[in-house]
């Protein structure tokens, strides 16, 4: 049955006042955590590993766990500023960005960065209502905020993937 015939308009802003970004951050901290359905949760990908494997890449024109973590830092914040309307972060200092330090506390502190970040997404998103989801991210190009939203968790299954082939291909099994 449509919204013609008596169904919800999907048009019309969801009227349970965050019960959308609470599901939605859910599954972030599902593909984050131990219960993920779908890959090895995220931060149990990136446990265990040292900076070497971190760095190693199968290729030089490939990435290394490292970079595509810098990678989906750059990008969960990035869309915690849109979502917060804070200044956007600068690309240059953190997407596809070589790491500064190459050192075990450097690595560290990229976990940490992530960590900072899964914490500060989950706290944003759980916060959205169906209305703001629904609402129009920018002017010019009829993007709406679930889509950047809902656009992080495919591009962080994404990268969960490449992480987990490239431990895959050194050998080191997840746990």
């Known amino acids: 049955m449509g919204y013609m015939d ?3 308009d ?3 802003p969801v009227r349970h006042a965050g019960l959308a970004g609470m599901a939605l951050a859910d599954l972030f901290e599902r593909f984050d955590h131990d219960r993920n359905l ?6 149990r990908l990136l446990e265990g590993l040292t900076t070497g494997q971190a760095l190693w890449k199968p290729a030089p024109e490939r990435h290394s766990i490292w970079e595509i973590v810098r990678h989906m830092n750059f990008w969960r914040t990035y869309v915690i500023a849109r ?3 804070a200044p956007l ?6 997407d596809w960005s070589v790491p500064r330090g190459t050192g075990e506390s450097d690595w560290q502190a990229e976990l940490q960065a992530y960590d900072q970040a899964q914490q500060r997404l989950v706290e944003v998103v759980r916060s959205l209502t169906g209305s703001r989801l ?3 991210a920018d002017d010019d190009t009829g993007v709406r905020v679930y889509h950047w939203v809902v656009g992080l968790l495919a591009h962080d299954s994404y990268h969960a ?3 987990a082939y490239l431990r895959a291909m050194q050998g080191i099994p997840v746990s």
Do not use: K, N, V
């Not at 972060?89 to 953190?94: I, S, V, Y």
């Open 6 to 8: 008596g169904g919800h």
């Open 10 to 12: 999907p048009h019309e």
């Open 38 to 43: 779908w890959h090895a949760p995220i931060r």
């Open 83 to 85: 979502l917060t309307q």
């Open 89 to 94: 972060p600068d690309p240059a200092t953190g």
């Open 134 to 136: 629904m609402a129009a």
């Open 161 to 163: 993937g490449q992480i």
